[in-house]
């Protein structure tokens, strides 16, 4: 790259095609979707693509075909085909961690070859693949007996964040592909109740734990997972042998594996490659092969890498991920949205908004670029969200009417996987209205030609003019839901390929774990506390009540 390039890239809000599209923005200020729409027959049908079983309609978004190609030449600006090939690559482009972002290696083919350091990591991939669906039949058969010499029918995923959030987040997705005899729970908060409540009902001689840790230090999952080590003993009279056919382990991490007695043959492990939100399609999705079984889970892998090869090769302008990065980077940072509310208008997507706010905010909440030096615009937006049609008797109202710009992704299916009377039409119904209403709105005229009192006109007008996505799917299967989760990764990479900052680490985790360590061994002691006086004032304050007086 030249240095002129270098240089742009460093500076991407100073750069000649970020101002022209702070120029356009201001152009199209003031026309409203209605007009677009109304002056373009077309645009509902030429902005959306049409790939890899995914409908994505981007046409209620305020933008004109100006619009993309002026993101389009952002893009180019930030050398995005080049930081693309870089990640498929292997290249360390986690540079903070001085690591390679190889998630992609996790669902190629077995003949594809993926190199990291000059090795080619699939085979490895593979291997683990093989064994963990090996270890599923054995569980799935009964042939994997507990201590006790009873088949296992309780599985309890122990992990947090990306060793949580992914698993459980599929769990649901896929809970109609899963085995209904086995039951799955997560625990993942260092509160004992999680642990108390997942664990209450079950009885330990039937009950398989996998620890979910890619480093196996974390704190939270540490806790939890000697907590479960305590429950099982006790069900078995503290025989330590009791540990081995009842705890498995997935992590990068050995040591710390055998050293909480779990042996390196019922370990399953990933590598340092591998982000812990890039990380459900690796073993950290043990239970949910264990739930779905091998094949559904190699469908899931399939889906993923469909949509890795369109990423890979698409040009930019049909490019599903390159598009919705460059349309939030548009809402974000040309028309000040601050938040995205993503909606699936399908109930087994209900922890789909929450595995997205780990995989876009740990990703892309960044305020240095790749070189240290402030990054000079927005990053990531505050992602949240609820399955419809719930949200639509809740939230909603702010979005139709509130004084703030939310762009939404709607997410639907075209089948429901429990047809029952007309409830999806219903459903299907009622996401396409939500996106029609944000548009298009409802004018003065047209509330006042309603018979409506004229004090009560402008509590009825719907301004419109509010941005939205809309995914159409088929139907939700393992395969949907693999091209779906990796749209969100590759857009999420676009997004910081823009901003210029690294997408993979996390440093924003460690200064709260840090002084958590401090101040657990104050909470029970007598030394003062040497913090700020707020901290103090609560420390003893925690003590007192834990002490039973105020
Ligand atoms: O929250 C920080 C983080 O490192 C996440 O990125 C990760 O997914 C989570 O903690 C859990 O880490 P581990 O899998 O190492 O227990």
């Not at 593979?126 to 507990?146: N, P, Q, T, Y």
């Not at 108390?196 to 939890?224: G, P």
């Amino acid at each position: 790259m030249s240095g002129v390039a270098q240089e742009q890239l460093h500076s991407i809000s100073r750069s000649a095609a970020w101002g022209a599209l702070e120029a356009h923005a201001r152009e199209l200020g003031p026309h409203h979707l209605r007009e677009l729409f109304a002056a373009d027959a077309g645009r509902g049908e030429r902005l959306a693509i049409d790939a890899i079983g995914i409908y994505l309609d981007y046409s209620k978004n305020r933008i004109t075909d100006e619009t993309i190609r002026l993101l389009l030449a952002l893009a180019e600006e930030a050398s995005l085909r080049e930081r693309i090939d870089a990640m498929f690559g292997g290249d360390k482009v986690n540079v903070s961690e001085d690591r390679a972002a190889l998630h992609v290696a996790l669902r190629a083919p077995r003949n594809a070859v993926f190199r990291v350091d000059g090795d080619n990591v699939v085979p490895e991939v593979h291997a683990v693949l093989d064994r963990m669906a090996g270890f599923c039949d054995r569980v799935r058969s009964g042939a994997w007996r507990g201590h006790g010499g009873k088949p296992i029918r309780n599985v309890i995923n122990i992990g947090i964040g990306g060793s949580d959030l992914g698993p459980v987040m599929a769990y649901e997705a896929l809970r109609h592909y899963s085995r209904r005899d086995l039951r799955f729970r997560f625990v993942s908060n260092v509160d004992g109740t999680d642990f108390a409540e997942a664990t209450r009902d079950l009885a330990a001689d039937e009950t398989l734990f996998i620890v979910a840790s890619k480093t196996f230090t974390t704190q939270e999952t540490m806790t939890n997972a000697r907590s479960a080590r305590d429950w099982t003993l006790a069900a078995f009279g503290g025989e330590a042998s009791a540990v081995a056919r009842h705890f498995v382990a997935v992590s990068t991490n050995t040591d710390a594996v055998t050293a909480f007695g779990i042996a390196a043959d019922h370990m399953f492990g990933f590598w340092d490659w591998v982000g812990g939100r890039y990380s459900m399609d690796s073993a950290i999705g043990l239970s949910t092969m264990l739930a779905i079984g091998p094949d559904h889970f190699h469908a899931m892998l399939a889906g993923f890498h469909a949509m890795d090869e369109h990423f890979h090769g698409a040009p930019f302008e049909a490019n599903l991920p390159v598009l919705m990065g460059l349309l939030g980077v548009w809402n974000n940072n040309f028309l000040g949205a601050r938040t995205l509310a993503v909606l699936p208008y399908e109930q087994y997507l209900k922890r789909f908004p929450a595995y997205l706010q780990q995989l876009t905010m740990e990703s892309n909440g960044k305020r240095v670029r790749l070189d240290g030096r402030p990054v000079g615009c927005e990053t990531g937006p505050i992602y949240w969200g609820e399955p419809g049609t719930n949200g639509q008797h809740s939230f909603y109202q702010l979005i139709h009417q509130g004084t703030r710009l939310i762009p939404c992704d709607f997410i639907a299916f075209g089948e429901s996987l429990n047809p029952l009377g007309a409830h999806h039409e219903l459903l299907l119904a009622n996401v396409l209205a939500q996106s029609e209403a944000l548009a298009f709105g409802k004018t003065a005229d047209e509330v006042r030609a309603e018979g409506t009192p004229e004090e009560l006109v402008p509590h009825r007008v719907f301004e419109g003019n509010r941005p939205s996505n809309t995914l159409l799917l088929e139907r939700l299967t393992p395969a949907a839901l693999g091209t779906l989760v990796a749209l969100y990764e590759h857009s999420v990479f676009t997004q910081a390929t823009i901003w210029n900052i690294d997408p993979f680490d996390q440093w924003g985790v460690e200064l709260g774990k840090q002084l958590a360590r401090r101040i657990v061994p104050e909470l029970s002691g007598d030394a003062a506390p040497a913090h700020d006086s707020s901290t103090n004032a609560l420390i003893r304050r925690c003590r007192a009540l834990r002490a039973g007086r105020t």
